[in-house]
């Protein structure tokens, strides 16, 4: 058995320990049963204990000349624990850098790869200023595997993922096998929080689908009414929402102008406290476009100087343009009513909410 070497030089750029192999063999070998096999400090001066290449902060330093991508600088390998673990007090634990090649490269047959924990940062950080790769990148090689690419899991109330982007996709996925490309699940039965989350604080949409949208359950619309877009009248003044609409001679909508107009189409959505939920039919168009509700809750604009409305009135169209007035004669209401009123309006001109019923 050899007998243990330790090395210490006072001389400068002297390493303490130095070994050196011109063949195939293990230039220097630590091990131990319990102890560091090999730990090398790096102080203040030029050298350092243990030596693979000059740096005076650095405690252990591996260098490889090898063009070879599978030759080490620094080789650790663990049978139980870490092959190499790097701690630091102030810095990073263990900082990797390429010019090529992978900063920091892990493989693992049973366990994880690359492991990365943290009290109080991040505990994986990826930046790259190349405009063609990824800053952190997970790639699930195994066709066969359900393993993710890449998994996130948080244990309490924040997000298991968050991504970013300041001029691209903050996520995006693409596949093209039988599974989604973006899946989202929530596996508690009793939670109330969604499967998939999306929100815009401007006017685009939330959610943007290219092809059919299968749902299995139900669809629930915190909005009112149901309308659909219809082309209106050239050059005629933008209407407002609560407008009481009908269809002229070539097809196209204008507001109401005359009492119990059998070509009455519906009221303009969006007025007061409601909102269409749906929109149908939205198309670009040289003509001007509004939605008009055809079924729910709607605002309408109502006209009460012929006779007080009340819940429950029959609407139809008044003579003050874009009004609706109770319905106070059935005959001539046959085919020109509108809805109910589900507010009253004693006298005058007011905006009161209505269901779309058209009769």
Known sequence: MSTPYEGDSTTQFVPGVKGTNAREGIGLLGQSVAGYGVMGEGGPGTGSDAL????????????????????????????????????????DGVQGASEKFAGVSGQ????????????HGEGVHGETESGTFAAVAGIQLNRESSGAGVYGEH????????FKSDSGEGVHGETSGLFAAV???????????????????????????????????????????CAE???????????????????????????????????????ISGAGSYKPAIILDRQESPNTRLPVALVGKVYCKVDAQYAPITFGDLLTSSS??????????????????????????KEGQGLIPILIALQ
Do not use: W
């Open 183 to 225: 899946a989202g699940i929530q596996l508690n039965p009793r939670s109330t929080g969604a499967g998939i989350y999306g929100e815009h604080r401007g006017e685009g949409p939330a959610g943007f689908f290219r092809g059919n949208v299968v749902v299995t359950k139900d669809i629930i619309l915190t909005n009112a009414d």
């Open 108 to 119: 693992s047959r049973e366990s994880t790869g690359v492991r990365g924990t943290s009290s």
């Open 155 to 162: 244990h309490g109330r924040g997000p298991a993922g968050f």
């Open 229 to 267: 877009e219809f082309d209106f009248c050239a050059g005629i003044a933008t209407l407002g929402p609560g407008t009481v609409t009908v269809i002229d001679d070539e097809g196209f909508l204008r507001g109401s102008e005359q009492a119990y107009d059998k070509r009455v189409a519906g009221v």
């Open 52 to 91: 693979g290449y000059h740096n005076p902060t650095v405690g252990v330093v591996g260098k490889t000349i090898s063009e070879n991508s599978e030759a080490y600088g620094v080789y650790g390998e663990g049978t139980f624990g870490a092959g190499v673990r790097g701690y630091a007090a102030g810095g």
């Open 320 to 345: 003050m343009p874009g009004h609706a007035m109770k319905a106070c004669d059935p005959l001539r209401a046959f085919g020109a009513v509108i809805g109910k009123a589900l507010g009253p309006l």
